[in-house]
């Protein structure tokens, strides 16, 4: 077996559609099993199956998976384990937005992206560490956003939610360290990536001036492509990124150096 992940055996939460199912296809292309879970089952079928017709049947799964469901974390990843031969890679990657500023926000949809956001990181790693630590060394991947780590006037739980991943990472990883496990805990914060996260903005301005107005944005000028976004799960998920665990990993056009 060759490649960067070879031997890898990676959950991805969110694997149907965007960043998610970008990091399987990229994992599975570097020598990696993947575990392709999502509230959108037929979504995530489809993807595996194309991951398995490019790279091998067996290579892909597809599970049935609320992130914000305890009991279905707990079947999704008893599945997984068993199709993959382990679990040594978790990737937190399923995540929503809602806007709404902090006057007009409602509680409803605070509890809806908080849960969906944060419930998701802290029930994942809960219930996969028995299984990373059976199969180290290992990696959880979260992903935050480099909205975790700048502020805007109108998306207080987006931002708080994101906030909340980038801190609980790094507690993760003190954890990990503590009990002598070789599982690393590290965020990815990227900015606007090329996904159908955008398609409200995208209805709400047509597509290519909210493309525009993000991209002014952006020191580099550009919304980022999902690969940019795969490829840095992908270092994190490998063993080259071995000594580095509480870390964030920032893919953002340079919009934080400002
Ligand atoms: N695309 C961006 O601009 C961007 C930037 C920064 C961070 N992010 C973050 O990256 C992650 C992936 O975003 P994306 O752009 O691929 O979004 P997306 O909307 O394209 O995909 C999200 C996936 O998560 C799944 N999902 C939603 N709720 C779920 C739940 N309760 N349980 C299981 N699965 C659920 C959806 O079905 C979908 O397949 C999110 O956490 C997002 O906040 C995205």
């Known amino acids: 077996m060759v490649g960067r992940v ?68 707990k079947d999704a990843l008893a599945k997984a384990d068993a199709d993959m031969g382990g679990i040594s890679v978790l990737v937190n990657n399923a995540g929503i937005s809602r806007g709404g ?24 790693t809960k219930h996969a560490l028995p299984y990373l630590r059976k199969n180290q060394p290992g990696s959880i991947i979260n992903t935050s956003s480099i909205a975790g780590l700048i502020a805007a006037h109108n998306s207080p739980v987006y931002n708080a939610s994101k906030a909340a991943v980038w801190l609980l990472s790094k507690g993760i990883a003190l954890h990990c360290a503590k009990k002598k496990m070789d599982v690393r805990s590290n965020s990815i914060h990227p900015t606007f990536i090329d996904t159908p996260i955008l398609n409200p903005l995208r209805q709400a301005f047509g597509k290519e001036e909210a493309e525009a107005k993000l991209a002014r944005q952006i020191p580099l000028g550009r919304i980022g492509e999902p690969d940019d976004v795969a490829n840095a799960i992908l270092y994190l998920a490998s063993d080259e990124s071995k000594f580095v665990t509480g870390a964030e990993l920032k893919i953002d056009g340079g919009i934080s150096a400002m």
């Open 6 to 73: 070879a031997g890898k055996k990676a959950f991805i939460t969110g694997g149907a559609q965007g960043l998610g199912a970008a990091a399987a296809h990229k994992l599975a292309s570097e020598g990696a099993k993947v575990a392709l879970a999502d509230v959108n089952l037929p979504g995530a079928q489809a993807v595996a199956t194309a991951i398995n017709d490019a790279h091998g049947a067996g290579t892909a799964f597809a599970y049935a998976l609320d992130v914000t469901s305890e009991p279905q974390w």
């Open 101 to 124: 500023d902090i006057e007009n926000l409602s509680l409803e949809d605070w509890k809806l992206v908080m849960s969906v956001n944060v419930d998701s990181v802290f029930l994942g």
